[in-house]
T-cell receptor
Framework: NAGVTQTPKFQVLKTGQSMTLQCAQD?????MSWYRQDPGMGLRLIHY???????DQGEVPNGYNVSRSTTEDFPLRLLSAAPSQTSVYFC????????????FGPGTRLTVL | DAKTTQPNSMESNEEEPVHLPCNHS???????IHWYRQLPSQGPEYVIH???SNVNNRMASLAIAEDRKSSTLILHRATLRDAAVYYC???????????FGQGTRLTINP
């Protein structure tokens, strides 16, 4: 299994541009999440999904959209990039209930100029 | 979401045991206690989790207080590769999401 994969690894955007961060998992996990991590800080939840077709907001959802059309993929869309969205983005997946571990991807480092 | 409190940083020596504390005084009966760690420039990595009883795995042990208001992650014999930020997280039934705090930055001295 490849686990949780994220692309791209690095990205530089200009203010106002839009882009999609890709996340995929091959473990048939129901739950997937997106987090952001600012320098020296812990992770903050952006959006999450408990299954295909179902998404919900986390702590910091503004400026981001998600969709979950398949079990495997959970893309994160930045609608109009702002410098405040400069961060490292992590995707995670989890099987079943809260008693199971989350698996994290390697992260995407995004810089917005 | 229930909160956890951890020391900002701790330091230990290689090959010695490390006890990382976590307070969670507002924990509810259905909250699981999860520990993750994050090595530099990597995504978080699962360490261990538990509900009421102490737990052991190949990486660490988790000691949970009888009233569940605190827990301790135990690394039995620290190595330099254990230097990381350790997060103690409460994972609630129905919440379906991990809420990370600031974590404890663990430094291991050779």
């Amino acid at each position: 299994n490849a686990g949780v994969t994220q692309t791209p690894k690095f990205q530089v955007l200009k203010t106002g541009q839009s882009m999609t961060l890709q996340c995929a998992q091959d473990m048939n996990h129901e739950y997937m999440s997106w987090y952001r991590q600012d320098p020296g800080m812990g992770l903050r939840l952006i959006h999450y999904s408990v299954g295909a077709g179902i998404t919900d907001q986390g702590e910091v959802p503004n400026g981001y959209n998600v969709s979950r059309s398949t079990t495997e993929d959970f893309p994160l869309r930045l609608l109009s990039a702002a410098p405040s969205q400069t961060s490292v983005y992590f995707c995670a997946s989890q099987r079943g209930s809260v008693s199971n571990e989350q698996f994290f991807g390697p992260g995407t480092r995004l810089t917005v100029l | 979401d229930a909160k956890t409190t951890q020391p900002n940083s701790m330091e230990s020596n290689e090959e010695e045991p490390v006890h990382l504390p976590c307070n969670h005084s507002t924990i509810s009966g259905t909250d699981y206690i999860h520990w993750y760690r994050q090595l530099p420039s990597q995504g978080p990595e699962y360490v261990i989790h538990g509900l009421t009883s102490n737990v052991n795995n190949r990486m660490a042990s988790l000691a949970i207080a009888e009233d569940r208001k605190s827990s301790t992650l135990i690394l039995h014999r620290a190595t330099l590769r254990d230097a990381a930020v350790y997060y103690c997280i409460l994972f609630s039934q129905g919440a379906q999401k991990l809420v990370f705090g600031q974590g404890t930055r663990l430094t291991i001295n050779p």
